[in-house]
């Protein structure tokens, strides 16, 4: 269930910042299918790469980990 809501996560803040699937996926050096999972929830983004993510969606890693609200 805590995958699901990764990637719902990951998914809202990178459409909220207008950046398609395969920008990010580009970015992150992963394949659109593996970032597609991430987002489906069907795999669990490492630290590491929930970090980089944050960086470049330009957010908070607490933020993204649903820690924070958004502009804290």
């Known amino acids: ?3 699901i809501r990764w990637g719902r996560r990951i998914r809202a803040f990178r459409r909220l910042k207008m950046i398609k699937q395969v920008e990010l996926a580009k970015e992150m050096e992963m394949s659109v299918s593996m970032l597609g ?8 983004p490492s630290e590491r790469q929930l970090e980089k993510i944050a960086s470049l969606l ?9 820690e924070a609200k958004a502009g804290e």
Do not use: A, P, Y
């Open 37 to 44: 999972q991430i987002e489906q929830g069907k795999r669990v």
């Open 1 to 3: 269930m805590e995958n």
């Open 58 to 66: 330009d957010i908070k890693l607490e933020e993204l980990k649903g």
